[in-house]
């Protein structure tokens, strides 16, 4: 099989993570992916774990796409960054708004005159205008400025201060929005003929994950905490255990032994649980402490109850599951093999899977601007 965007041309400019993220995916489904950098090479190549000289935190996101080095400051290198677009299909960029303007590589210059079918896509904080649209903006900033972390406070009991998510889901989301916007770009640009301008917001993505909260922030209701999911204490270790129904908490008292909890007026009704949500812990941990995690796994999966390990992450790519799905790529690059994540979605008439390699820096350079007839134009 191949892939759903076989023959596609992407230009990707991006760097760090979110429009990386985003053409990696585009590279995943068959685009041809590639990626402009400086000679000193983007800010991931420098980021652990490095072995070789080579980062696999870069490998991770760039797996499968073209490294080609362009001076994008000088009248040579955005010249031949014009000839590329000429020929590209997209192009994914996520600097700062108005900084592919001044170097001549905006969407009005690209799309305009150069390539009108150009799908352009840019990703930045906080969208392209606006009050905001200037301001410089990283991913943890972001979860501060969406109100997200202040979410997540809400449902930790007795805390106060933020806490810091090194995990960065804006990044994540956001390249995954992008991802999805250029692809009905491209379906819509099938009909019309024409290209566009994808306007990408960090911001708002991680609004987006607030469904919740976004309506409770609206009208005069009280924030309800959300008890019903959180940690059971075992011997060694934790179980998340979500009472997410009437019949997972039935379940679940018939597990722990107190079947006669279901009528109980303290916890009858979902009202009632949340009011004495301490109180209902306190019985589920008296029957899970003295046991193992897997044999607290054991019952719970036998009961019907939805839960899990508390894990780390090598723990979970050691799962069976992940091997059976087939959800980790085996890839290189210079200093040789590792494996990276693959797309979590599989379809029956498309591949979907990443490159076998990430690029050497400007390994590709020659061969990309001799095919498009722009190799002269940085040797000048």
């Known amino acids: 099989m191949t892939g759903c965007f076989e023959g596609l041309r992407v230009l990707d400019f991006s760097t760090t993570i979110a429009g990386p993220h985003c053409a990696r995916m585009l590279a995943d489904m068959g685009a041809e992916v590639i990626k402009i950098e400086s000679a000193e090479g983007e800010t991931m190549r420098t980021r652990l774990p490095i072995r070789g000289g080579c980062s696999t935190a870069f490998g991770q996101l760039n797996v499968g796409k073209k490294s080609v080095v362009l001076d994008l400051k000088s009248r040579e290198g955005v010249e031949a960054a014009r000839w590329l677009a000429a020929t590209a299909d997209v192009v994914v960029e996520n600097f700062r708004p108005g900084v592919m303007q001044r170097l001549g590589l905006d969407y009005a210059t690209l799309g305009g005159g150069w390539n009108p079918r150009l799908i352009y896509c840019s990703i930045s904080g906080y969208g392209q205008t606006g009050p905001s649209a200037e301001l410089p903006a990283y991913a943890p900033v972001i979860h501060a400025a969406s109100g997200y972390d202040m979410a997540h406070l809400a449902y930790q009991p007795d805390r106060s201060r933020p806490d810091y998510c090194g995990i960065y889901h804006a990044d994540v989301v956001t390249g995954t929005y992008a991802f999805g916007a250029i692809a009905s770009a491209l379906y819509q640009r099938e009909r019309s003929g024409r290209g566009q301008h994808v306007d990408c917001s960090m911001l708002e993505s991680m609004l987006s994950l607030t469904l919740n909260e976004t309506q409770w922030s609206q009208f005069p209701v009280a924030q309800p905490s959300r008890p019903t999911f959180g940690p059971a204490e075992c011997r060694d270790g934790y179980v998340m255990i979500a009472i997410a129904s009437e019949k997972t908490f039935q379940n679940l008292m018939t597990v722990i032994g107190h079947p006669d909890w279901v009528s ?117």
């Open 264 to 380: 109980d007026d303290r916890f009858a009704k979902y009202s009632d649980r949340r009011a004495n949500w301490g109180e209902l812990m306190e019985g589920v941990e008296a029957w899970s402490r003295p046991l193992g995690v897997a044999e607290c796994l054991d019952a719970l999966n036998a009961g019907g109850v939805p839960s899990s390990a508390y894990r780390s992450v090598a723990e979970a790519l050691a799962d069976p599951q992940i091997a059976h799905r087939g959800a980790l790529a085996d890839v290189e690059d210079a200093a040789g093999g590792f494996k990276v994540v693959n797309q979590p979605f599989r379809m029956s008439g498309a591949k979907v899977a990443a490159g076998a390699r990430a690029a050497s820096l400007g390994e590709h350079t020659a061969d990309v601007l001799q095919e498009v007839g722009a190799i002269e134009l940085t040797k000048r």
